[in-house]
């Protein structure tokens, strides 16, 4: 088992505006009374549309595929959007008096109202599988086929309001938070994991880490990382107000958080720690892995120029991987590892035997 947290880095985020015939964007800035409003990261890799949309007129949506594509109106406010796992089609929840969750096209094109309700949905995601749509009605957490002939999956998840949801594709575990303070960890099938003690604010966003064994948790000055048992890690507090939305890079070792106040705060996992019988190591801030041997305690200090991205360790080899290469260290010779190129993007899960298999 490892443990890590945290590394926040807060960049005041200035506000941008562009405004043209067809489209009017700001970055940063929370509660204004605009048309549109987008607080939008892109961080290396992170490729994140943080949309948090206020306003008390109307709501233009923006169907982005690197670019603005297409825009269509609507006279309710928008309160989230996703792509499902195929990025073929969009769907998003909106507020106030429609209610309603809506699937488009890439192109913009409603295909069905999946969900109609008389009261506000204020998050859904789609499922691993991208055949049903998760999202909060109130205390209850509901799971809505796209099929019509088959009936919704639906529990009480919590005491208040629920704010915020999401669902991993790599470990099918449902992660949701509320008024009610807390975070929780379900199955698929509404059976309780984890129920987290009370926190000092509501929980407004949760993300789960590409690989699903992390995820985070964002509420008033607070950013706090967990396991997927929900056991937490690490707890960082920092002047931002509301951390509103959060989104992983691609390969898991940052974050970023769109805030209340305006700035955008981006965190990166530090301190990673893993066992195997008699050796332990340490990935350290400074792209170095400190291995110990605890029978001779023996120390050695593995250098890497590149990030580090994922770390293994069994069988009496560790594995460690960059954006660009992977290391392969056999336990009796630390000096001289095995040097694999990447040449088809960064790696999300390593699993090692006992023996090759060939």
Known sequence: MGSSCLFPDLVEWRKLWKHTKEQCWVFGGVGMELHCLHVCVCVCCVCVVCVPVFMSVRACVHVWVCACVHVFCMFVA???????????????????????????????????????????????CWSPDSDQVLYAGGKTLIIKPLQPSLKPTQWKAHDSLILTLDWSPTNNLIVSGGEDRKYKVWD?????????????????????????????????????????????????????????????????????????????????????????????AFVNEDNTISVKDIINDSKESLEFHDRIVRVSLAWGHLIVTTPLQCYIYNSRNWTTPVTLDLKNGSINLIKQAERDVS
């Open 78 to 124: 928008l309160v989230c959007m996703y792509w499902n796992m195929s990025i073929s089609i969009v769907v998003h929840s909106t507020d106030g008096e429609d209610g309603a969750i809506k699937i488009w096209s890439k192109t913009g094109m409603l295909r069905t109202i999946l969900v109609q309700t008389s009261s506000p949905i204020y998050s859904c």
């Open 188 to 280: 698929s099938y509404g059976r309780n994991i984890y129920s987290s003690l009370l926190h000092d604010s509501p929980i407004i966003s949760l993300a789960w880490a590409p690989d699903g064994e992390l995820f985070a948790v964002g509420a008033f000055d607070t950013l706090r990382l967990c396991d997927k048992t929900g056991w937490s890690h690490s707890l960082e507090k920092a002047s931002t107000g509301t951390v509103l939305r959060m989104a992983w890079a691609g390969d898991g070792t940052q974050l970023a958080g769109a805030c209340a106040n305006g700035q955008v705060v981006f965190a990166q996992v530090v301190n990673r720690h893993l066992e195997w019988h008699n050796l332990e």
